[in-house]
């Protein structure tokens, strides 16, 4: 999945939305708030399957830009982030930057493409409202993976949260599909893959619904997938030490432990086809990962 250190800088783009400090959900843009949380389903598990793993102050819509003064990342894989201004994403991003990775921030606002350049990412200015996907599809050309962060974010309404954390999801996938990029992983949220139980917020309930449906849909395609579903969402500092399998009780989780498992993930091919909840815990993240791999074995 690494490729060679590629000569000379490559320039092209980014677009999504910030949560608040406390996020509820796996999402970072996903509809939320403490209140939510308390009401999120605690029984919902999702069996893990095993699939075979086989600067511009303006830019344009669909240009890559970067800010002066930063030379492009070379070598390394190149991930492609939707919903790149969250906090999760940003996170990820700085974290893959960091090792020499080249993240591929997808964004709509052009005010973003600052925060996400100053991450180590290349922003990449897309709607994943209005965009196509083979608009999509052409800026994942050169990419090692992808991972789906976006959410509709708080006081969206119904259609909003399918349009964006189902249809984006499956747009996405759309894209990946079109551009030879085998690799997608989709961060869900606790709770879904299962019917929430009766009393269960709407609002939430249409959010788990739409999560819901993105995965089945993702589960159906001929890609390398992995879903994760992280439980209530924190900005506590990252201990490293996570619970993570198909079924783990669930809780909280810093979102700096989020971003290190999907680095791990992104690490590790034989998690394609598994499901995974994720929770804070004591076992070391790259420990948490070889054995959710060797359950599936």
Known sequence: MRRPPQPGPRVRGAAVRSRPAFAPLASDDAVGSRAEH??????????????????????????????????????GMRIAIAGGHGQIARRLSRQLAERGDTPLAIVRNPEHVADVEADGATAVLLDLESADAAELAAQLSDADAVVFAAGAGPG??????????????????????????????????????????????ETFVVYLRAKTAAEEDLRARDLDWTILRPGGLTDDAGTGHVRLGAEVP????????????????????????????????????????????ERED
């Not at 999120?40 to 970067?66: K, L």
């Not at 990946?176 to 139980?197: K, T």
């Not at 680095?263 to 420990?287: F, N």
Request: charged share 25%; glycine share 10%; aromatic share 0%.
């Open 38 to 75: 308390d009401k999120a389903p605690c029984q919902a598990r999702g069996p893990a399957t095993r699939r075979a793993a086989r600067s511009a102050p303006h830019p344009r819509p669909g240009q890559r830009v970067r800010l002066p003064g930063r030379a492009p990342t070379v070598g």
């Open 250 to 293: 669930h809780g909280q989780v810093p979102r700096d432990d989020v971003a290190a498992v999907l680095v791990a993930l992104l690490d590790e091919p034989r998690t394609a086809g598994l499901v995974l909840e994720l929770s804070e815990g004591a076992t070391p993240i790259a420990a948490a990962v070889a054995a959710a791999t």
């Open 156 to 201: 969206s309404g119904a259609a909003r949260k399918d349009t964006v954390d189902r249809g984006a999801a499956a747009l996405l996938a759309d894209a990946a599909q079109q551009a030879g990029v085998r690799r997608y992983l989709l961060v869900s949220s606790v709770g879904a893959g299962a019917e929430p139980p009766e009393g269960t917020d």
